[in-house]
């Protein structure tokens, strides 16, 4: 990932990220200097870091807003463990996961592979694959919510038509397939101009050599290809696991019941419901912590695997 | 032979599987599209064309229940003031992080990137407790003001860009007596438009699209944003109502942003290119 991030900027080779290029401020250039950072340092401080300074001292605390708050100690931590409904939430959240990023990366690396051919029409092909990463997950979930509906639904009529039995989408044995599957197809786009970027930056004279050497299709694209897109698959892995741990709108449209509550709950969809239905501020700290930690120890594995893994030229 | 042989059948597969996605692509928006013109007692037919069509449906958007104007309205002044606060906020600090040197720039640059991995849950609630103190929930100002202290996403991309900005053109505005803010605003600005242009699209579209941040400030209709209106409708629906009003609903709400996306495709594409990171 800093590699590809540095990579924008990497015309000084003494100075990767630029970090000595500048001029100096003159004088009272200083203050505007300063001035100019003010909202920044405003956001860094109040808004991230105070946050979550904030966030790790609630986790200790019992409070509804309208009562004092009370000291909890370690008990908020402590029902992470032994709370079946937040258990239920985290596995959901990583079964999630599971499915949803290796869905992502390889099925958008394909629609790119594929576009990346010589083929008419790429424009279209790249608008429709793309039109889900520009509308609203609202929006486009009213639509799924119809064609997964059980009696009415789009998809029950066509099975239907091929002589199978309806199926319940959004029943609790299905839920997390439909709603996976809807998660991917709001994301490919977005991969797919990620690798697409990745491709087109690979050397045409690297096939033509493999192909002189007597490379077939499969090899030059598993030996040349894969190789050299590492940068784009970790990156897209990286944000696609960012994405599936805070996955949020198309989850709520699609599995939320009464009373607030969810056929298919992932931690964020917990922690919103502790807070702002159940008005448990505490715990719903406590489990965002427990989120945070979790997105920051894969970042810090994905990290470690791109030093070992990842080819950057 | 064999070879072109080949490269048919490879064509014919890429073809298939394209076509075969695109359909799946598109069909949700198809039937956005075909159940939006139809009439409410015809809403779960199975033709695509609407038999007969009728408008009744977009005219009943501005009915007092559903009050869809104010929401549309609620939906682009938020958005509108994110997008001006982020462009703003984030090519002040930017600039500076590209073109000026001072003690601590890479300490502060960095503690910035590190928030990019910061789940927005983990700042969500003593926001919202900050929000509450200060009597702004049921208003704007908690979307908005966020808006206005800068963003880790908007000032990496923006610095980024700033960077490929020839140093011969700093170097030539100090000779001429230029102040760092003259420089700021006169060459550093003006240049760097389209990557202003991706981030503008990126924040308007993570603002109007947005739905935790509203649902959390402004949860009650009608005096919230499209996407709360919308999913707040979809249950009321769901104890028998009309999808089909529902659906040209959905069709206007996304309607802004395909429009963008049509006129300003190429600074979408780059823009996530160039970042590959949204939000």
């Known amino acids: ?313 | 032979m064999n070879k072109h042989k080949r490269k048919i059948i490879l064509d014919l597969i890429t073809y298939a599987l394209l076509i075969g996605g695109a359909a799946i692509m598109a069909t949700p928006f198809l039937w956005m599209v075909s159940t939006s013109f139809k009439l409410p007692a015809n809403q779960y037919t199975k033709t695509l064309l609407p038999d007969p069509a009728t408008l009744s449906n977009f005219g009943e958007l501005f009915g007092v229940q559903i009050n869809f104007p104010q929401l549309f309205y609620n939906s682009f002044l938020i958005s509108g003031m994110v997008t001006i606060g982020q462009l703003l906020t984030c090519s002040m600090a930017a600039f500076v992080f590209a073109a000026v040197r001072f003690r601590y720039r890479n300490l502060l640059f960095i503690l910035l990137l590190i928030t990019l991995t910061l789940p927005s849950q983990v700042t969500l609630i003593p926001n919202f407790i900050l929000f509450r103190y200060l009597r702004l929930i049921g208003t704007k100002l908690p979307l908005i003001l966020p808006a206005f202290w800068g963003g880790a996403f908007g000032t990496f991309l923006l610095r980024q860009y700033f960077l490929t900005i020839p140093r011969d053109f700093l170097d030539a505005a100090r000779v001429d007596g230029a102040s760092l803010l003259q420089i700021y605003w006169r060459i550093y600005m003006p240049l760097a438009k389209p990557a202003l242009a991706a981030l503008a699209i990126f924040t308007f579209q993570g603002a109007w699209n947005d739905l935790l941040h509203p649902l959390v400030y402004l949860p009650s209709v009608p005096n919230t944003t499209l996407t709360v209106g919308l999913a707040f409708f979809q249950q009321q629906m769901i104890q028998g109502g009309k999808f089909t009003v529902l659906m040209a609903g959905a069709l206007i709400s996304i309607l802004p942003l395909i429009l963008v996306f049509f006129f300003a495709q190429k600074q979408f594409i780059e823009g996530i290119a160039l970042s590959g990171i949204k939000r």
């Open chain 1, 1 to 313: 990932m800093i590699g590809m991030l540095a990579g924008q900027a990497r015309q000084h080779t003494r100075d990767p990220w630029n970090m000595l290029y500048g001029l100096r401020p003159l004088g009272r250039e200083k203050f505007w200097v300063f001035l100019l950072l003010a909202p920044t340092i405003f956001g860094l401080v109040v808004g991230a870091i105070g946050s979550v300074i904030a966030t790790l001292a609630l986790s200790f605390t019992n409070w509804d807003l309208l009562t004092p708050p009370n000291w909890a100690g370690l008990s908020n931590y402590v029902s992470l463990f032994t709370n079946p409904a937040f258990s239920k939430a985290l596995t959901n959240t990583i079964k999630f996961s599971a499915v949803y990023v290796p869905g992502v990366v390889v099925v958008s690396l394909l629609v790119a592979v594929l576009l990346n051919r010589p083929i008419r029409g790429r424009a279209l092909f790249r608008t429709l694959f793309f039109l889900p990463a520009v509308t609203s997950a609202v929006a486009t979930a009213l639509v799924w919510n119809m064609i997964y509906g059980k009696d009415t639904g789009l998809l029950n009529y066509l099975l239907e038509q091929l002589g199978m039995q309806p199926v319940c989408w959004l029943c609790t044995k299905n839920v997390m397939f439909a709603v996976v599957l809807v998660n991917i197809w709001g994301a490919i786009g977005e991969g797919m101009i990620i690798f697409l970027a990745g491709l087109t930056a690979i050397p045409r004279d690297y096939y033509e050599a493999a192909t002189v050497d007597g490379a077939n299709g499969t090899q030059r694209f598993f030996r040349i290809t894969i190789p050299l897109i590492t940068p784009s698959i970790f990156f897209q892995t990286l944000i696609a696991t960012i994405n599936a741990f805070q996955a949020y709108d198309y989850i709520y449209m699609l599995t939320r019941r009464g009373q607030g509550d969810s056929s298919f709950p992932v931690v964020v969809f917990s922690i919103y419901r502790n807070a702002w239905n159940f008005f448990n501020y505490g715990g719903a700290s406590a489990q965002a912590i427990e989120l945070a930690l979790i997105v920051v120890f894969l970042m810090g594995f994905y990290l470690w695997l791109e030093r070992r893994y990842v080819v950057y030229e």
